[in-house]
């Protein structure tokens, strides 16, 4: 807690390019989050996290920059949000490796995340994969963040965070806040074009499967052409037609209509014109962010300056918290 605000903290890993799942899922409600002055937020680059898996240097230093360009462009002020790189806070390390020894192999070795990775990249199982969750209830418990906003499928993320905050505490008292999910009512879970019962991913191979936030208009129009539906040309609503499902759950998210008022709209229409309308739609609200994206690129004066604030303010919070840590397990105080 700040004052009278709660702190919020959330961040996304810089690899790939963000899909219109990773901005209507969890982006676009931290922008309104962001507008609600009873919370202080952080939003991080989790540019740590990315080295899990082999990264080229250049691109991941590219695609980070892209990353903190988008945040802005997409509705995040930087001056009154603390936007700010995991790397150049020391203090995420550093926490990561105490809170290391304060976490579990049973724990780590059920996180799905790893099982996931593990699969997907067998030839490099590494330490970091296996630990990531230690570095992850740093990022959270540095800021002391009261709410992480999570996906329903992302809370065994937050629940280890909490099990390792309440194991320290219990051993050295209050230290850390003990922080909430925040699954907001309105947040979306969109779905692969390709194969709706699969989350959209950056990751995806087929690059049908998603509709990358900086796709130009044809691109977009010509993915969701090719989305997979079903056979019984019916615009409705059900666990049956996951395809109509998810491109309806789309066109509810951008255009702020119920399911009934689609249902209603498309009522004896075919599938070729439903899919259009959801493309169209998308290009309209995509539009404005990739203009902003464009034009702040340009500002590297601007880009730079908010950054180097914003990483002073999150190096402030996070080592308040990381002295108080280290104080307690029994490391030496540096001589200021």
């Known amino acids: 807690m700040l004052g009278d605000k709660k702190v919020l903290y959330s961040a996304m890993q810089s690899t790939g390019t963000l899909t219109l799942g990773n901005y209507l899922g969890a982006l676009d409600n931290w922008i309104k ?3 609600d002055d009873s919370y202080e937020c952080f939003y991080a680059i989790a540019d740590l996290h990315s080295l899990t898996v082999r990264q080229n240097p250049a691109d991941l230093r590219k695609r980070a920059k892209d990353l903190y360009t988008l945040y802005v462009a997409a509705g995040l002020d930087p001056e009154k949000n ?17 809170l290391n020894c304060f976490t579990y192999m049973g724990e780590l070795s059920r996180m799905t995340q790893f099982k996931d990775k593990s699969a997907k990249h067998a030839d490099n199982i590494n330490a970091g994969l296996f630990t990531y969750p230690a570095l992850m209830a740093a ?33 050295y008292g209050d230290v850390f806040t003990i922080p909430d999910a925040y699954i907001g009512e309105s947040t979306a879970k969109i779905m692969s074009l390709q194969d709706p019962t699969k989350k959209m991913s950056k990751s995806d191979e087929n690059p049908n499967s998603s509709i990358l936030l900086m796709d130009d208009p044809d691109t977009i129009i010509r993915k969701f052409k090719r989305a997979v539906t079903d056979s019984d040309m019916e615009i409705r609503y059900s666990d049956e037609k996951p395809g109509i499902q998810n491109l309806i759950n789309i066109y509810s998210c951008i255009t702020g209509k119920t399911i009934e008022e689609i249902e209603k709209e498309f009522d004896g229409k075919g ?11 998308v290009v309209s609200r ?7 994206f464009y034009e702040l690129q340009k500002e590297k004066d601007y880009l730079n300056k908010v950054i180097k604030e914003n ?13 108080k840590v280290q104080k307690k397990v029994g490391l030496t105080e540096k001589i200021r």
């Not at 990483?311 to 002295?323: C, G, H, I, M, S």
């Open 139 to 171: 990022d959270i418990l540095l800021y002391q963040a009261d709410v992480v906003p999570v996906g329903a499928d992302q809370k065994q993320h937050l629940e280890i965070t909490r099990d390792i905050a309440n194991r320290f505490n219990g051993i």
């Open 311 to 323: 990483d002073e303010k999150a190096a402030y919070f996070a080592n308040k918290t990381l002295r």
């Open 271 to 281: 599938y070729g014109e439903f899919k259009l309308a959801v493309g169209e739609s």
């Open 33 to 35: 989050l962001s507008d």
């Open 286 to 292: 995509l539009k404005p962010l990739q203009d902003k």
């Open 82 to 98: 603390c936007i700010y790189y995991q790397s150049h806070v020391s203090a995420h390390a550093e926490l990561a490796w105490i």
